[in-house]
């Protein structure tokens, strides 16, 4: 069976969907002894011989998911020039190569996917799905009834309006307040312009849940595999939505009832971070 050169490269770990496209592009990726920069490019994984960077591609690696609780001032990202902490530092005894997905900012902190299944991780970031993502947030001063009902509406940003966010309260201390917050789009820094907007920035922000995975008691630096159940959560999800897509049906903006803990895997926690570097395959 033929399949698309770049999601063959990507189901094998070896890099994202995106970053196969670059590598083909390229002229890193050959088939059959000759170079192959057109996307698009079928092949079949059992007769081909596909090269990357002149070694033979390995077959597929059974695919991996993890949920990390990312540190407040850590980058999101598996590597920084700066030589700042990012997540790969706190995935200490993970052998498979595995990619965030999305992003987290750097002094935001809470739950992280990271899985080495490329093409679910497009999916669950793809704006037309609409995949929500709900962040606890201390913002300053308390929002009164009209300003909650503003961010449910929508809040006009420089970049267009924003989709109907549904907004909890939660507590309040001293000056300040804790709201829960849930959205469906992944525009750059969105919970803090949205709060930026009606004058009350955001203070502190932890992603709590993101499609039907909760991060649960998981501590700040601690990883941990899913658990069958959520993994099979997160692809359903994914395969519910595209259908719905392709029968051209409007999505329901409801996020689903968070997958509970029961059966969850033992936490894996990671050693406090010394400052030294440690490779991560």
Do not use: C
Request: overall charge positive; cysteine-free.
């Amino acid at each position: 069976m033929e399949v698309r050169l770049q999601k063959l490269i990507a189901g094998t770990g070896l890099s994202s969907r995106r970053k196969a496209e670059l590598l083909i592009a390229s002229g890193r990726v050959s088939v059959n002894g000759k170079v192959v920069t057109e996307l698009g490019t079928k092949v079949d994984p059992d007769r081909d011989h596909v090269k990357v960077d002149g070694k033979h591609l390995m077959s597929a690696q059974p695919f991996v998911y993890l949920m990390l609780n990312k540190p407040k001032n850590v980058m999101s990202t598996l590597d920084d020039p700066g030589g700042r902490t990012t997540v790969k530092d706190f995935l200490r005894g993970v052998s498979v190569r595995v990619f965030p997905v999305g992003r987290l900012d750097f002094d935001s902190e809470g739950l992280m996917l990271l899985t080495n299944n490329g093409e679910l991780a497009q999916a669950l970031l793809h704006p037309r799905y609409h995949v929500p993502k709900t962040y606890l947030i201390k913002v300053k001063g308390a929002l009164n009834n009209e300003e909650i009902a503003h961010l449910e509406r929508g809040v006009r940003l420089e970049d267009g309006m924003t989709s109907p966010a549904h907004v909890k309260k939660v507590r309040k201390v001293e000056a300040n307040s804790w709201l829960e917050i849930t959205i469906r789009e992944g525009r750059k820094h969105q919970v803090k312009r949205m709060l930026e907007a009606i004058r009350h920035p955001v203070l502190k922000l932890v992603r709590v849940r993101m499609g039907p995975i909760s991060l649960g008691n998981l501590e700040p630096g601690e990883f941990r595999f899913l658990t069958d159940r959520e993994a099979n959560s997160l692809r359903e999800l994914v395969d519910e939505r595209r259908a719905l897509v392709e029968r051209g049906e409007e999505l329901v903006p409801t996020p689903k009832r968070p997958v509970r803990g029961e059966g969850w895997a033992k936490p894996g926690r990671s050693k406090k971070f010394s400052g030294k570097k440690e490779k991560v395959a």
